[in-house]
């Protein structure tokens, strides 16, 4: 029974394919919100103990007929998708609650949501990464309007939809062209094709594009400060960690397979589109008022540093960028977590960072928290955060980019201005107007808590993960693990 | 006998139709339709190249994007009623709540 | 006979598609939307894709485009607007970067020819039948063709999230 044996390599999707289905007709017989919430998590620890045994023991291979991979990055990818949507689970639950917006529906659409990432981060297929990223997007469209009594919600889902259905179209033209060019859209035969005709290059530039787009990179990130802002914390927080890794995991995927025929010039391009990301992120974030508008550029800023390691294109390069997805994960979720904490206690337009002032002493934990993270996200030792961008300009390094890294590092360096301001605001400013802020759900802030701990532990013992992501690549990357 | 060039300039031609459209129209449904025009135009590329190659994938894969497009449309108009809710207005240059 | 037929067939559905993005009036669009779908379903017949013509007409025009219309209907849209009030700067821009892209599409497009050895000079007949397409739909297929179907539940759930009117939220 071959299909027994590839369903059971793609364990984590369905678990979570069947649990999305049976959250959604517990909603159609009207279950208790606390019921449907109990049962996704149910089924998502389920798929994340399953994802985490695939990391450790799953065998490299091909499932499904070649169209999905299994092992190595795939389980990679799957492993932060799942384990961010887990933790995006639990805030959300208590966000919405406190927002008044907890409709039933938004859990089947998260779980749907994940098995489209984890499709898309397990790709082997040009037509699979179609459809698992098209079921993120068309999931992440619903979700970014779930505020949909506000203007503010319901315009953020409208960008994104028009933006995102947009670059679909130039996601298909580039599908079209490369398969009209090497006859094939598995991923290893189109990296067999070394015959460089004009529509091959024509096929690879509408394909990069549009994944600039999904991923928001300068000059194509129009749409993410605004539908970050106007999406519900939570869901930000999920946008902007677990779809990002599945499709960069799917990108890192194409190029390593699919395009190495193409790799000087994917390296030139990536390397100007770095250094534009980068600039453009942290220049834009000093002069935002607004916390979670500034958490959207740095969110651009960050997928700059990410470029610097797709455009180092080596193994390194590749592991560093992985590396960096999951320190990533990690610290956002955490931060966007603990400013939908500040956010429910008050309205929706509780992000002004004056209002931020001296609320670090009202509830320690939350503030150490996200001190915590924010220090990770400007690159401050022995934060995961750190090691993350210490690998990346590493690669880049060793990849003979010289003037891409000290861009990047001047860049890196000036981001610690806004990330420093927050807690200024937290610390040392007094607050005009007396806040009162409930004391966080148990559960609430022992997720962060976990968050935090993981930030910290990635940050000073790097070298077991990066050893298991080094093995993914042929290379030896070893030698420049701290 | 119509080679396959002229089937890829057509469907250049209308893909760019539905590019310009979306770049310049400002009524939400009919930029969504140009979106439409712009999936269906690739389609007319993959069918083509799939036809004269003599390989079914490509064809499979218009199946896919005909699936995809029919759930754009679903969620779209789904956000067009939710705007008029709230805002009585499709017309995208006056939604300007959000800015840089 | 057919390049009577693609001439026509090209004619009508470039036709259609520059009315449909200029009309006034969003009913027009949305039924010259219609018109151009049945002449891409033309393309699909004179490519031999039989079974495509059929679902692209039943689909697209059949389902999507009543959608549309349906909504158009149900918020009053059908009102004229000026398409162009005056010669916008932005629009000029996206007019010129669109039409450079379009050449260099017709550039890499005209160049094709001969790219591949088992290019055939015509359409292959036994390629578009329903039996070879579902023969590979549910065998190689099989993993993207199920989550298509997780795709249109997760495109029903959000629609009835984001267009439900009356907030059914039991808080506890």
């Known amino acids: 029974m071959e299909i027994l044996n590839d369903l059971l390599n793609y364990l984590p999707a369905a678990i979570v394919a069947v649990g999305g289905l049976v959250v959604m007709m517990m909603d159609g017989y009207k279950a208790k919100s606390r019921l449907i919430y109990q049962t996704t998590m149910f089924f998502l620890a389920g798929a994340l103990v399953i994802a985490t045994y695939d990391l450790l023991y799953q065998e490299v291979g091909t499932l499904f007929s070649d169209m999905a991979a299994s092992g190595s990055t795939a389980a990679f990818g799957t492993f932060i998708v799942v384990f961010g949507t887990f933790f995006t689970v639990i805030l959300t639950h208590d966000y919405l609650i406190g927002v008044k917006h907890n409709y039933p529906q938004v859990y089947p659409l998260l779980m749907f949501c994940t098995v489209g990432m984890?499709?898309?981060?397990?790709?082997?297929?040009?037509?699979?990464?179609?459809i698992g990223l098209e079921t993120m997007s068309i999931s992440l469209y619903a979700l970014a309007g779930i505020i949909r009594d506000k203007q503010l919600g319901v315009e953020s889902a409208l960008k994104y939809f028009i933006l995102g259905a947009f670059s679909t179209g130039f996601f298909l033209y580039g599908i079209a062209l490369l398969y009209g060019a090497t006859g094939s859209t598995n991923l290893s035969e189109i990296g067999a094709y070394t015959d460089g005709s004009m529509i091959y290059w024509g096929g690879v530039s509408m394909l990069l594009v549009a994944f600039f787009f999904k991923i928001s990179a300068v000059p194509f990130h129009m749409w993410t400060p605004d539908v970050y802002t106007g999406s519900p914390t939570t869901i930000t927080a999920y946008m902007s960690t677990a779809s990002k890794t599945a499709a960069i995991v799917a990108l890192v995927l194409i190029l390593e397979r699919a395009l190495p025929y193409a790799a000087d010039q994917i390296t030139s391009t990536m390397a100007i589109i770095a250094i534009m990301?980068?600039?453009?992120?942290n220049t834009v974030a000093m002069v935002q008022d607004n916390v979670k508008r500034m958490?959207?550029?740095?969110?651009?800023?960050?997928?700059g540093y990410l470029l610097v390691g797709l455009a180092a294109g080596t193994d390194l390069g590749f592991t560093a960028v992985l590396y960096y997805l999951l320190a990533y994960s990690l610290m956002n979720i955490g931060a966007f977590g603990v400013v939908a904490y500040y956010e429910k206690n008050h309205d929706v337009h509780f992000n002004n960072i004056e209002s931020y002032?001296?609320?670090?002493?009202?509830?320690?934990?939350?503030?150490?928290?996200l001190s915590v993270f924010l220090l990770s996200l400007a690159g401050i030792p022995p934060l995961a955060g750190f090691i993350g961008k210490y690998l990346v300009f590493a690669a880049a390094v060793e990849a003979g980019l010289i003037n891409l890294v000290i861009i990047g590092v001047l860049a890196s360096a000036a981001s610690a201005y806004f990330y420093l301001r927050v807690m200024v605001y937290l610390y040392f400013k007094e607050s005009k107007e007396p806040v009162k802020l409930m004391k966080p759900l148990r559960v609430y802030s022992f997720s962060l808590v976990v968050l935090a701990v993981l930030t910290l532990y990635f940050g000073i013992l790097p070298a077991g993960i990066t050893e298991l992501i080094a093995s993914y690549f042929s290379g030896n990357g070893l030698a420049i693990v701290p | 006998?119509?080679?396959?060039?002229?089937?890829?300039?057509?469907?250049?031609v209308l893909f760019i139709i539905g590019v310009i459209g979306v770049l310049t129209r400002g009524n939400a449904i009919i930029i969504f339709m140009c979106v439409e025009l712009m999936l269906s135009a690739v389609n007319i590329t993959l069918v083509a190249f799939s036809s004269f190659m003599g390989d079914v994938h490509g064809?499979?894969?218009?199946?896919f994007v005909l699936c995809v497009a029919a759930a754009e449309a679903c969620v779209g108009l789904a956000i067009i009623i939710a705007i008029f809710r709230n805002n009585i207005t499709a017309d995208i240059n006056k939604i300007n709540l959000l800015r840089w | 006979m057919e390049t009577f037929f693609f001439v026509f067939i090209s004619t009508l559905a470039i036709g259609t598609a520059l009315a449909m993005v200029i009309s006034k009036n969003t009913v027009n669009s949305a039924l010259?939307?219609?018109l151009h779908m049945l002449s891409v379903a033309g393309f699909y017949t004179l490519l031999n894709a039989q079974f495509l013509a059929v679902i692209q007409i039943l689909v697209y025009a059949g389902a999507i485009m009543v959608l549309f219309l349906f909504v158009i209907m149900l918020l009053n849209l059908d009102e004229d607007e000026k398409v162009v009030s005056k010669i916008d700067f932005k629009q000029l821009i996206s007019f010129t970067l669109?039409?450079?892209?379009?050449?260099?599409?017709?550039?890499?497009?005209?160049?094709?020819a001969g790219v591949l050895p088992e290019l055939t000079g015509e359409p292959i007949a036994a390629v578009g039948t329903v039996e070879a397409i579902g023969d590979e739909l549910f065998t190689t297929f099989l993993l993207p063709f199920e989550v298509t179907a997780i795709l249109l539940t997760a495109a029903v759930v959000g629609a009835m999230l984001l267009a439900q009117k009356t907030s059914n939220v039991i808080d506890e």
């Not at chain 1, 397990?122 to 699979?128: C, E, F, K, Q, S």
């Not at chain 1, 990301?277 to 992120?281: D, E, I, K, Q, S």
């Not at chain 1, 958490?295 to 997928?303: D, E, G, N, Q, R």
């Open chain 1, 357 to 369: 002032a001296g609320l670090g002493y009202k509830q320690p934990l939350m503030g150490i928290l």
């Open chain 3, 32 to 34: 010259f939307m219609v």
């Open chain 2, 1 to 12: 006998m119509i080679g396959i060039e002229w089937y890829l300039g057509v469907s250049a």
């Open chain 1, 295 to 303: 958490l959207a550029y740095s969110s651009i800023a960050h997928v």
């Open chain 1, 118 to 130: 984890i499709v898309l981060a397990t790709a082997n297929d040009l037509v699979t990464v179609f």
């Open chain 3, 98 to 112: 669109a039409l450079v892209v379009l050449a260099q599409l017709l550039y890499i497009t005209g160049n094709y």
């Open chain 2, 59 to 63: 064809m499979i894969l218009v199946f």
């Open chain 1, 277 to 281: 990301t980068m600039v453009l992120g």
